[in-house]
């Protein structure tokens, strides 16, 4: 069964950092993309990065690129997200998902997500 | 960078059927998507691809009721006999070798 566990998540003012993690099992982790997608409050889902299975290849949506870093350690089955310089407006649930074996092709799996709040 | 249309919401009566909607923006008509429910205060699902030639590719375990299909830039989720269990927000997903996108989601009602 396909298990993503998000953490890292928590109560940080504007202009701080904080770093996600996300915990893979159930799959073989180092053949698949993965994704970080969040959603805001009472809102949509927004793709927020990606990165292939050997991390050649990296993807950021214009509202993070400069200031969030996705990485992943395929020796512990873990992704990560590094957030820097935060605003309010990155206040979300954040998404650990699985991706399919190219860059390209769906989200198939969603972890439960992990609560990112930015107030002073 | 394509861009995903969805009704706001949509409603149907239980036991009936109900058809939902994502349009692909100009130019991008032959993309991929895929589709994902997300029930009320629960973590999105994934159920299913569906390519422009109206075929269809469902996730584990998704019921038979739920099917895909296609018209020109539209990519449908028709949900038949809905239970009260359907009732959720359900997202649209596309992509291309620069970016990814979700569609606003519809949420759906069953009356």
């Known amino acids: 069964e396909v298990q993503l566990v998000e953490s890292g998540g928590g109560l940080v003012q504007p202009g701080r950092s904080l770093r996600l993690s996300c915990a893979a099992s159930?799959?073989?982790?180092?053949?698949?993309?993965m994704h970080w997608v969040r959603q805001a409050p009472g809102k949509g889902l927004e793709w927020v990065s990606d990165?292939?299975?050997?991390?050649?290849?990296?993807g950021y949506a214009d509202s993070v690129k400069g200031r969030f870093t996705i990485s992943r350690d395929n020796a512990k089955n873990s992704l990560y997200l590094q957030m820097n310089s935060l605003t309010a407006e990155d206040t979300a649930l954040y998404y650990c998902?699985?991706?399919?074996?190219?860059?390209?092709?769906?989200?198939?799996?969603w972890g439960q997500g992990t609560l990112v709040t930015v107030s002073s | 960078q394509p861009v995903l249309t969805q009704s706001s919401s949509a409603s149907a009566s239980l036991g009936s059927s109900v058809k939902l909607t994502c349009t692909l923006s100009s130019g991008h008509s032959r993309y991929i998507i895929a589709w994902h429910q997300q029930q009320p205060g629960k973590a999105p699902r994934y159920f299913m691809m569906?390519?422009?030639?109206?075929?269809?590719n469902k996730g584990s375990g998704v019921p038979d009721r739920f099917s895909g299909s296609s018209s020109g830039a539209d990519r449908y989720l028709t949900i038949s006999n809905l239970q009260s269990e359907d009732e959720a927000d359900y997202y649209c997903e596309t992509w291309d070798s620069n970016t990814r996108v979700f569609g606003g989601g519809t949420k759906l009602t069953v009356l």
């Open positions: 998902a699985k991706g399919s074996v190219g860059v390209s092709g769906p989200v198939d799996y």
């Open positions: 569906v390519e422009g030639s109206g075929g269809y």
């Open positions: 159930g799959f073989s982790f180092d053949d698949y993309a």
């Open positions: 990165v292939s299975r050997n991390s050649d290849r990296i």
